[in-house]
């Protein structure tokens, strides 16, 4: 499998006033290979959205690189900057927030194809438009209503046609269902599997809980406080969680069979995340940590293979 992003020891630091520094990803490491789906996974506020950005070139990196098939993101020339941001697309939480509402939907949509000069001529673009729109479930009709007139579900598939217009190679979805009704989610979700199998895409899909990632990830990534705590195949996360951290997660989201849900064992994480301005020291995650030992407190754990292909850090495999 080919590898289509790299992202190496990746570190984003953020000035918060008086000198202070918040490191909201700190020495993040993954690759996405070309046609999977890597989820990044982690409650709000632990710097997934960030790396996302980052990725992408939305953001300046304090430390590390990021190579999208082979080439350095960040010291791209304008020129290779530009296909850089054709072949990376993002789609956004909030559709309705990220569409602008004086524009109409065919408007919306080509904005990107006039900037990126493709599809030159109002009527090629109209085309381009319609199959767009056909492409996500919508049609013609719609082409000339305001992001107002749409349902949320809607108003996302909209984002996902903008985002796919020029024919991106890898897209990073933030918290693309999140913020949808449940019944819509599962739509969404189906709708972007299929899009990328037909397009060829390869996705970075990001989320706040486990269960979101569970039907659309090949590997995932869960991250805690800026770091990468755990990362493997989407399967093997789910049936053997090594971090304690994943572990709690997991045992957070309710399973559909109520005899099992009896007998099953919930772990609460309790307290707050801490400050990420203050981070505590050894392991970030050893605050709430229902199983740190001593040694969490003086040194943070390695980024570690535990099994091939399973990577976590934490002391208990050390
Ligand atoms: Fe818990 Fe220690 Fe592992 Fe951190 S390193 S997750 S505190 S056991
Ligand atoms: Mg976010």
């Given at each position: 499998?080919?590898?289509?992003?790299?992202v190496?020891n990746?570190t984003k630091?953020?000035t918060?006033?008086?000198?202070?520094?918040?490191k909201?990803?700190d020495?993040v490491?993954?690759d996405i290979?070309?046609g999977?789906t890597?989820g990044?996974?982690?409650?709000?506020?632990?710097?997934?959205?960030t790396?996302?950005?980052?990725i992408?070139?939305?953001?300046q990196?304090s430390g590390g690189?990021v190579?999208?098939?082979?080439q350095?993101?960040?010291?791209?020339s304008s020129h290779?900057?530009?296909k850089l941001?054709?072949?990376?697309?993002m789609?956004?939480q909030?559709?309705y927030?990220?569409l602008n509402?004086?524009?109409?939907?065919a408007e919306?949509i080509?904005?990107?194809?006039?900037?990126?000069?493709l599809y030159k001529?109002k009527a090629?673009?109209?085309?381009?438009?319609?199959?767009?729109?056909?492409?996500v479930?919508?049609?013609?009709e719609?082409?000339?209503?305001?992001?107002?007139e749409?349902s949320?579900?809607q108003?996302?598939r909209?984002?996902?046609?903008r985002?796919?217009?020029?024919?991106p190679?890898f897209v990073?979805a933030d918290?693309p269902?999140?913020?949808?009704d449940v019944s819509?989610?599962a739509?969404v979700?189906?709708l972007?599997?299929?899009?990328?199998?037909?397009?060829?895409l390869?996705y970075l899909f990001i989320?706040?809980?486990?269960?979101?990632?569970k039907h659309?990830?090949d590997?995932?990534g869960?991250?805690?406080l800026g770091?990468?705590?755990?990362?493997?195949d989407?399967?093997?996360?789910y049936?053997?969680?090594?971090h304690p951290?994943?572990?709690a997660?997991l045992?957070?989201i309710?399973?559909?069979?109520p005899?099992?849900?009896?007998?099953?064992e919930r772990q609460?994480i309790?307290g707050?995340?801490?400050s990420?301005?203050n981070p505590?020291?050894?392991?970030?995650?050893?605050?709430?940590?229902?199983?740190?030992?001593?040694?969490?407190a003086q040194?943070?754990?390695?980024?570690?293979?535990?099994?091939p292909g399973?990577?976590?850090?934490?002391h208990?495999y050390?």
């Amino acid at each position: 499998k080919k590898k289509l992003v790299e992202v190496k020891n990746l570190t984003k630091a953020f000035t918060v006033g008086k000198g202070l520094s918040l490191k909201a990803a700190d020495n993040v490491s993954f690759d996405i290979y070309e046609g999977e789906t890597f989820g990044l996974v982690g409650e709000s506020g632990c710097g997934k959205s960030t790396t996302g950005r980052t990725i992408i070139g939305l953001y300046q990196p304090s430390g590390g690189e990021v190579l999208f098939d082979g080439q350095n993101v960040h010291k791209a020339s304008s020129h290779e900057r530009s296909k850089l941001t054709k072949n990376m697309q993002m789609i956004f939480q909030d559709p309705y927030a990220s569409l602008n509402p004086r524009m109409n939907i065919a408007e919306i949509i080509s904005e990107g194809l006039q900037l990126n000069g493709l599809y030159k001529g109002k009527a090629e673009r109209m085309k381009r438009v319609v199959e767009l729109l056909e492409m996500v479930g919508l049609n013609k009709e719609h082409a000339n209503r305001f992001p107002h007139e749409f349902s949320g579900g809607q108003r996302q598939r909209i984002g996902i046609a903008r985002a796919l217009a020029v024919n991106p190679r890898f897209v990073i979805a933030d918290e693309p269902i999140s913020a949808l009704d449940v019944s819509v989610q599962a739509q969404v979700v189906n709708l972007m599997k299929n899009l990328q199998r037909e397009q060829n895409l390869t996705y970075l899909f990001i989320a706040h809980d486990l269960a979101m990632v569970k039907h659309i990830s090949d590997r995932i990534g869960v991250m805690y406080l800026g770091n990468l705590v755990e990362m493997t195949d989407s399967e093997k996360l789910y049936e053997s969680p090594k971090h304690p951290y994943t572990q709690a997660l997991l045992s957070a989201i309710p399973v559909p069979d109520p005899d099992l849900e009896k007998s099953r064992e919930r772990q609460i994480i309790e307290g707050d995340v801490p400050s990420p301005i203050n981070p505590p020291s050894g392991c970030v995650f050893r605050t709430r940590c229902p199983v740190a030992k001593e040694v969490c407190a003086q040194k943070k754990p390695d980024w570690q293979e535990i099994e091939p292909g399973h990577f976590a850090a934490c002391h208990l495999y050390s």
